[in-house]
């Protein structure tokens, strides 16, 4: 299995607080995306990276904000969480190949609640 | 909005029956993946076709890519017990530089044994 440890792996919290997520990955890829599972939507794409300090939103990008100031590290953070953020967030990463013909290896994945 | 659209959204089969799931896309890709997920778990990554690739296998897994009706197709032959899990297609479109997955909703397949 590809190196890569979500933490949280549960986490409840109130309307209002800020939340962080971290995604490690041990593979030195390139490429770090994170995603929200949601019942009737699939995986959507939140923000991604492409290297050291390259960030970039995806589909459901407001009220997110994410970090990369190391190749192993990408942080996802809720600034003032909603309930609509409960969800279920999943970390991919995938090496840089030509034609983007590279398979994303997924994390575990954390539970985010808030009441 | 999801690029793919899946069908069935779920499928109930006896073990050793063929199972097929059926993933249609919207603008031109790249490539399209297929990916399995087991109850509680991230993805895994099955099997990836390219655009100008028409048929893959990979065991008892087959994939095929019709980009004139920009639809795939999952075959899982001889279905087993450790099947059942939710299947996922994803696109990447062919504008894209940084491999972003689109992905589509899904299909719960249960395998009974």
């Known amino acids: 299995d590809a190196g890569i440890t979500q933490s949280p792996r549960h986490k409840v919290t109130e309307t209002g607080t800020p939340v962080t997520l971290r995604c490690h990955q041990t593979?030195?890829?390139?490429?770090m995306y994170w995603y929200r599972q949601d019942p009737g939507h699939g995986l959507r794409l939140i923000h991604y990276s492409y290297g050291v300090k390259d960030t970039d939103k995806g589909e459901v990008s407001d009220g997110y904000s994410v970090s990369r100031s190391k190749t192993e590290d990408f942080l996802l953070t809720l600034e003032s969480a909603t309930s609509s953020q409960t969800s279920v967030y999943f970390c991919?990463?995938?090496?840089?190949?030509?034609?983007?013909?590279?398979?994303?290896?997924f994390g575990d994945g954390t539970r985010l609640s808030i009441l | 909005s999801q690029q793919g659209e899946e069908d069935p959204q779920a499928l109930s089969i006896q073990e050793g029956e063929n199972a097929t799931m059926n993933c249609s896309y919207k603008?031109?890709?790249?490539?399209l993946q297929w990916y399995r997920q087991n109850s509680g778990r991230g993805l895994v990554h099955l099997i990836l076709i390219r655009s100008n690739e028409r048929e893959k296998h990979s065991g008892r897994l087959r994939v095929t890519l019709d980009t004139s009706k920009k639809s795939s197709s999952l075959l899982i032959t001889a279905s087993r017990a450790a099947d059942t899990a939710s299947y996922f297609c994803a696109t990447v479109g062919s504008s894209s530089n940084t491999g972003k997955l689109i992905f589509g909703q899904g299909t719960t397949l249960q395998v009974k044994p």
């Open positions: 991919a990463i995938s090496e840089e190949g030509k034609g983007n013909n590279q398979p994303q290896h």
């Open positions: 593979e030195n890829h390139r490429y």
């Open positions: 603008t031109s890709i790249n490539n």
